[in-house]
Structures are given as C-alpha cells and as structure tokens.
C-alpha cells in the first residue's frame, strides 16, 4: 500500500499517477535544514544573484503605465518576446522557429518540460534519461505514467554514452531528454556523442526534449550545439530554455518552449490546460533580459567559473574523502565520497545534522548518482569557504 493510500477515504485518496512520484531531494534537504537550523548550503540550484536592476526597473515602470502588464498574455507569450527569443535562437544556434508558431513562453523551464512529456508520452511509454540526470526529468515521466529508462553516463568522465543510449532503445521507446550543460553532473556533451545520440533518434523515429537550462554557462569551452540542429532532427525536437539562472529570473518563472508547428500545436493544449500564460509580469522581465545589456551574464558567468574553481581546490585538499570530475558547464559537482559505504541520502541528512551543510544526495539523480553528493557552487564564495570548512572537520572527525 502506497504512503497516501493509508488511513484515505478512497475518494481522497491520491491517484495513480500522484503516487508514482516523490517531492525531489533538492527541494526536501531545505527543508530538513530549517528543521535543523544554521546550516550553509551546496544545496538547490540557486545561484546568490539578485535580479538585475535593469530588469525590475523595466517591469515597474511597465506595471504602473500599462494596465495591460497585469494581464494575461496571448496563450504561447507576448509577440515582442516571442520575436525577441526567435532572433536568439538564431543568432547563438542558428535555429530558426517562427515566432507566430513555433515559440511559446512558458511557466519556467519546468512547465515547458512538463508540457513536452504530457503532450507525447502515454502509459507505458519509454523515455530515456541519460543518468545521473535532473530529478524532476524522471518525476515528470512518472507523473505521465510513462517508464524512465537510464541510459548510464559514462562514469569516469559524466560523458554521454550513445552506446548505452542505443541498448536502452526498445519498441517502447518514445523519447530522450538531453541536458547539456547537465544537472548534477556540469558535463558539456561531446559532439560526436550528441551527433551519435540524434543519428539514434532519427533511425528509431524517436522525440528528443533538449532541456538547455545551462547553455549559457560553460566554461573554456562554446555553447554546446542543439541537438535540433542537426540534419533531420529539427521536425522531432522540443527546445527548453529557462531565464532563471542565466538572468537570475529564478522566482519569475519563465521560460520558454520551441518546436516545430505540428509538435507545437500539441504542446500549446496542455500549456493552456495547465497554465495558459506565462505570467506578464515575468515575461516583461524576459523581454527587458534579452533587450538590454549582456554584460551582466558575463559578470555572472565569471563569477561562477571562480566558485568552481574554488569548490574544486577545496575537493582537492579533501582529496582522501571525496573524488570528482571537474564540471565543464553549469554549477554543479558530484562528488564521490570515500569515507562511507552508507546511502548518500543517510550521508546527506547527516552532513545536515552533524555538519549543519546542505547537500543533495546524488541517488535523486538516478542510477549512477548514489555514493555521490552533489554540491552546487551557486552561493557566494564566503558561503562556499564556510560549507567546506565544516565538511573537513567533519569528515576528519569521523575518519
Ligand atoms: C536541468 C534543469 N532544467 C530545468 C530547470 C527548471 O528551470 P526553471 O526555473 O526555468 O523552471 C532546472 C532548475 O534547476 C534544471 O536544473
């Protein structure tokens, strides 16, 4: 018996679908630390960054001379922000959608992921996730009452393995969700790999979602290309973008969705059974984003690649604890832990209590992820300094 159905009146009782899916980890150690109290964090995927005031100026000066800001929007988004994201598309993959058909903004990144899997998975439907993978991609799935499938990264570096993606391949199979940069791991897909992965697709008549939330944030190394661009697979991809932490728009929620006319037909019905716009406000904000100055996501971006370069010294002094790959992309690290045979939720929730650190036990991501921790270097470097020195006293204390 499912933890809802107990001691529920039956027609209170949660559905089949609610009961295949769990709050994730990232959002449930928060929530054990403020039980706990004075803990730092390498926890949620926050970068510290307040919003650009470039942004909230544009939106207030919105709100207070156009009634309309308050609104709902057209269903798929504002058509000036519509415009605005089509000539990104263009411009930083050379993808192009039309504006009028092809894009829609949506509640987050999320809400475009949820509408994607929604609008194209069925019951028993097989999705693959190359794992470890974001948390909510396999509960999305589930809530779908579709069947994640892990196709394993490669673990001595997180790369993806198309081979691994190939054997997943059934008759079932209807989809697979790429993230590049990844979350946990902070891998940038090779080119070959991503080129093998679509070549997969397009023989087995299969949907790529390309959730590319991080895109903007790698390190040494381009934007890594969409997997729309490559020959034949514009007509069965769905693009994924989020301005929550490019423009550190997280508690905005908005993002946006691209995908060929006939895929984005489908993907509006849910959008508009689910949320039917965007917020305004926040898509003035998105729009203000993209219109005005860039420098403030190379400053971000910048100050990013220092707290990873901070995070990885700190990994190297406690190299007898933990090993790790360095991320080539977004803010994340998973960390291997030495010191302990036990399951990194235990690990984590003792971190919390013992250690007064948030972590993410890396288990949440997937096969692949458990024995792995995964610290996000979002936070400021003094918050980042202060989680470490607790870590190694702790883990030194225990050793
Ligand atoms: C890989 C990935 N996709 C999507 C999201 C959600 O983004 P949004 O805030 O735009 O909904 C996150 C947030 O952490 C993420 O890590």
């Given at each position: ?83 605005a994201i089509a000539s990104v598309l263009d411009r930083e993959k050379g993808l192009r959608y039309s504006p009028e058909s092809e894009i829609a903004v949506t509640v987050g990144a999320m809400e475009a992921l949820l509408c994607a899997i929604l609008a ?108 729309a661009t490559y020959p034949g697979m514009r007509e069965r991809s769905v693009v994924i973008n989020s301005f929550s932490k490019k423009y550190a728009l997280t508690g905005w929620r908005v993002g946006y969705m691209a995908a060929a006319e006939p895929l ?100 949440s991501f997937g096969p692949g992820g458990e024995g792995h921790l995964r610290l996000s270097f979002g936070g400021e470097e003094s918050e980042i300094e202060e989680a470490f020195a607790r870590i190694g006293r702790w883990v030194k204390a225990k050793a």
């Amino acid at each position: 018996m499912s933890r809802h159905m107990a001691g529920q009146a039956p027609k209170t009782r949660g559905s089949r679908r609610v009961n295949l899916v769990e709050v994730s980890a990232t959002k449930l150690m928060p929530i054990i630390a403020a039980r706990v109290g004075g803990c730092v964090s390498l926890g949620q995927g926050v970068p510290s960054f307040a919003t650009p005031p470039h942004i909230v100026d544009a939106v207030s000066r919105t709100l207070r001379e156009d009634p309309a800001s308050g609104k709902y929007s057209l269903q798929p988004g504002m058509p000036a922000l519509r415009k605005a994201i089509a000539s990104v598309l263009d411009r930083e993959k050379g993808l192009r959608y039309s504006p009028e058909s092809e894009i829609a903004v949506t509640v987050g990144a999320m809400e475009a992921l949820l509408c994607a899997i929604l609008a194209f998975v069925d019951r028993g439907d097989e999705v693959i996730l190359p794992a470890p993978c974001y948390a909510s991609h396999i509960e999305q799935v589930q809530l779908a009452e579709g069947v994640p499938v892990f196709a394993s990264l490669r673990r001595a570096d997180w790369s993806l393995d198309a081979e691994a993606v190939r054997r997943a391949i059934t008759p079932r199979t209807k989809a697979i969700v790429l993230c590049s940069p990844g979350n946990p791991t902070g891998t940038v897909f090779d080119e070959a790999d991503m080129a093998a992965v679509c070549e997969l697709a397009m023989a087995h008549d299969l949907l790529v979602i390309s959730d590319e939330t991080y895109d903007y944030v790698t390190y040494g190394r381009p934007m890594p290309t969409s997997p729309a661009t490559y020959p034949g697979m514009r007509e069965r991809s769905v693009v994924i973008n989020s301005f929550s932490k490019k423009y550190a728009l997280t508690g905005w929620r908005v993002g946006y969705m691209a995908a060929a006319e006939p895929l984005m037909a489908d993907l509006l019905k849910i959008h508009d059974a689910s949320a039917i716009c965007a917020p305004t406000p926040a898509q003035h904000a998105a729009l203000a984003a993209l219109s005005g100055p860039q420098d403030v996501v190379d400053d971000m971006r910048q100050a990013l690649e220092r707290r990873r370069d901070l995070c990885c010294r700190r990994l190297d002094e406690l190299r007898d604890y933990f090993d790790y790959v360095a991320p080539g992309g977004a803010f994340y690290i998973m960390a291997r832990y030495k010191f302990s045979d036990a399951p990194s939720m235990e690990v984590a929730t003792r971190l919390i209590e013992e250690a007064r650190v948030i972590t993410i036990p890396g288990g949440s991501f997937g096969p692949g992820g458990e024995g792995h921790l995964r610290l996000s270097f979002g936070g400021e470097e003094s918050e980042i300094e202060e989680a470490f020195a607790r870590i190694g006293r702790w883990v030194k204390a225990k050793a």
